[in-house]
């Protein structure tokens, strides 16, 4: 008869067996913030090659002001990538279905 699991949580167990939980740089903030099989405290943004932080991604949920954030203006331009403006003058996200958690 195999041997039950233990009873530890899987995040726990994932923590435990493969040392410390994968983190990722949020390009907005920089701030550092797990991202990894088991937890995702944030998300890819395909379509600009980034990813940021739940909080940075709710914070700036309707729209990014570029005046706060003149390293993705810089990104995007380098990248060849036209930012899509709304009537602020603020950054739209891309589709959802290019932004993946």
Not at 33 to 51: C, E, H, L, N, Y
Not at 73 to 84: F, Q
Request: net charge positive; charged share 25%; with cysteine.
């Amino acid at each position: 008869m195999p041997e039950a699991w233990p009873k530890v949580p899987m995040m726990e167990r994932a923590r435990t067996q493969g040392g410390e939980m994968p983190t990722r740089k949020c390009f907005l903030c920089r701030r550092q913030f797990q991202f990894g099989p088991q937890t995702r405290a944030g998300m890819s943004v395909k379509a600009w090659d980034i990813t940021v932080c739940n909080d940075c991604h709710s914070r700036q949920r309707g729209g990014i002001v570029p005046d706060l954030y003149p390293h993705l203006v810089e990104h995007l331009k380098t990248r060849g990538i036209a930012a899509d403006y709304d009537d602020h003058g603020w950054i739209r996200w891309p589709l959802e279905k290019q932004v993946s958690s």
